[in-house]
């Protein structure tokens, strides 16, 4: 089954703990992205990865980094976490730059930082 | 911000009905998408319209773009229960990165 998948679904974190969230694709995409949601906000553009060992700052990169050695996976490092990074986190892909705009997204990380 | 807003924010129908929202942008766009979530899961892509476009169509969807007006609309037909969800647009003006809008959240009732 094609699919986008994140590890883990669900994480309750302490402030300053590093953490990383794992994002793998299936579908031989090239195009990669990372998204969070908070509420009255929508959905914003965290890092994005037109192809391995290629990636590029989206709106919101601060707090974050990123790294694509395998094309199929795009992992989100949180190297000291902060309240503020609490949020739903979506990983998604897409199979080219061309075809970038259709893009599947995973089922989504929600993570807590206290 | 270059985000995208869509109005109304949440909207309820009874199944049967149709239903219309819409997104504005701020900049020149090369395409505008629409996107549904189902409460807490991953979005899912209905359609892309591209900027020399100005209709689409997909089953029962229907988008319009006027870039004059840097506005769409996104009208489901015979909206059924299945149909509630989150419906966000998705603009890119820069060609790489995106912009998602804040969302309209659609009720419809059985």
């Known amino acids: 089954e094609a699919q986008v998948t994140q590890n883990p679904r669900y994480l309750i974190t302490v402030t300053g703990k590093k953490l990383t969230v794992t994002c793998s694709q299936n579908m031989n995409h090239e195009y990669m992205s990372w998204y969070r949601q908070d509420p009255g906000l929508g959905l914003r553009q965290i890092y994005y990865?037109?192809?391995?060992?290629?990636?590029d700052k989206g709106d919101v990169p601060e707090g974050y980094k990123v790294s694509r050695k395998e094309k199929r996976n795009f992992p989100l490092i949180l190297e000291s976490p902060s309240p503020n990074q609490t949020s739903l986190y979506f990983c998604a892909s897409s199979l080219s730059a061309t075809h970038r705009y259709e893009q599947y997204f995973g089922p989504g990380t929600r993570l807590t930082v206290t | 911000s270059q985000q995208g807003e869509e109005d109304p924010q949440a909207l309820s129908i009874q199944e049967g009905e149709n239903a219309t929202m819409n997104c504005s942008y701020k900049t020149s766009i090369n395409n505008l998408q629409w996107y549904r979530q189902n409460s807490g899961r991953g979005l899912v892509h209905l359609i892309l319209i591209r900027s020399n476009e100005r209709e689409k169509h997909s089953g029962r969807l229907r988008v319009t773009l006027d870039t004059s007006k840097k506005s769409s609309s996104l009208l489901i037909t015979a909206s059924r229960a299945a149909d509630t969800a989150s419906y966000f647009c998705?603009?890119?003006?820069?060609?790489?990165?995106?912009?998602f809008g804040t969302g309209t959240s659609l009720t419809v009732i059985p």
């Open positions: 990865s037109m192809n391995v060992e290629v990636t």
């Open positions: 998705a603009t890119d003006p820069t060609g790489n990165q995106f912009y």
